[in-house]
């Protein structure tokens, strides 16, 4: 019967102290959260408006009938940190 071989693990997917991969690990996921907590922009509450409540519709036409044009009625503005 043929030997069965020993299955060895490669030297480099092992650490000399099993605790040193798992501070390895930290080390690298708290860096993580570092770099995507940086780029974080705070959004304010900005109520949504209905278009119905911003334009009025313009007839236009002989007869009109065609109702493509919009009237602006409400003028809405927000500050310059709103993205």
Do not use: N
């Amino acid at each position: 019967m043929a030997k069965a071989k020993l299955c060895h693990p490669k030297s480099y997917l092992l650490y000399k102290h099993p605790s040193l991969g798992f501070d390895l690990l930290f080390v690298v996921e708290q860096k993580r959260k570092e770099k995507a907590g940086k780029w974080e922009v705070t959004l304010p509450k900005v109520r949504p408006v209905a278009e119905d409540e911003i334009f009025k519709v313009i007839r236009s036409g002989k007869r009109k009938t065609k109702q493509w044009k919009r009237m602006i009625t409400k003028a809405t503005f927000v500050g310059p940190g709103f993205t």
